[in-house]
T-cell receptor, first 111, second 115 residues
Framework: GENVEQHPSTLSVQEGDSAVIKCTYS??????FPWYKQELGKGPQLIID?????GEKKDQRIAVTLNKTAKHFSLHITETQPEDSAVYFC??????????FGRGTSLIVHP | GAGVSQSPSNKVTEKGKDVELRCDPI?????LYWYRQRLGQGLEFLIY????????KSGLPSDRFSAERTGESVSTLTIQRTQQEDSAVYLC?????????????FGDGTRLSIL
């Protein structure tokens, strides 16, 4: 089955800095890669996703890049703000298979 | 519009009691998922419904756990004879068709505490 590894487990940055979270996956047939943000006491919420026919996708301060050859994808957050502090999860899926999630990254943005 | 709704939001119960957790998915979503999240941990897949059928129950940790879905809508997760290790947040998610190419919409979970 699919295996998704996510790094780092904790990331601490100063407000205004950039943050990068990386995920690798094992199943070369995976073709959908969403990222979720989970705030304290809430369920995960989708923030951006990418499909395998695209190498990069941006939405304001958030971007995701995908390297299918290397089987890794990354979340980039620029100009971080304290409200970006949360746990971020990556996931990988294909077809009708259940998505496989990474173990999460706790992002702390210091004012 | 309404998102995924879970109830209760918090449940405290004594070891050995049975509990039922409820999930109301987004209307029209045929796929429904249950996950368990222990404190500070990731998402542990429990069960997946497509309509009222559960093609994948592989994540249920023991026979004390069961789930059902009716009317292609509401789902209940039942834990019998609860144990302290069952303490966790139980999250429900739904997606339009469950093809895997669509994002999951999560509820805010039920925080279960076993005394």
């Amino acid at each position: 089955g699919e295996n998704v590894e996510q790094h780092p487990s904790t990331l601490s940055v100063q407000e205004g800095d950039s943050a990068v979270i990386k995920c690798t996956y094992s199943d070369s047939a995976s073709n959908y890669f969403p990222w979720y943000k989970q705030e304290l006491g809430k369920g995960p919420q989708l923030i951006i996703d990418i499909r395998s026919n695209v190498g990069e996708k941006k939405d304001q301060r958030i971007a995701v890049t995908l390297n299918k050859t290397a089987k890794h994808f990354s979340l980039h957050i620029t100009e971080t703000q304290p409200e970006d502090s949360a746990v971020y999860f990556c996931a990988a899926s294909r077809g009708s298979y259940i998505p496989t999630f990474g173990r999460g990254t706790s992002l702390i943005v210091h004012p | 519009g309404a998102g995924v709704s879970q109830s209760p939001s918090n449940k405290v119960t004594e070891k050995g009691k049975d509990v039922e957790l409820r999930c109301d998915p987004i209307s029209g979503h045929t796929a429904l998922y249950w996950y368990r999240q222990r404190l500070g941990q990731g998402l542990e897949f429990l069960i997946y419904f497509q309509g009222n059928s559960a093609p994948d129950k592989s994540g249920l940790p023991s026979d004390r756990f069961s789930a059902e879905r009716t009317g292609e809508s509401v789902s209940t997760l039942t834990i019998q004879r609860t144990q302290q290790e069952d303490s966790a947040v139980y999250l429900c998610a739904s997606s339009p068709t469950g093809t895997g190419h669509q994002p999951q919409h999560f509820g805010d979970g039920t925080r279960l505490s076993i005394l």
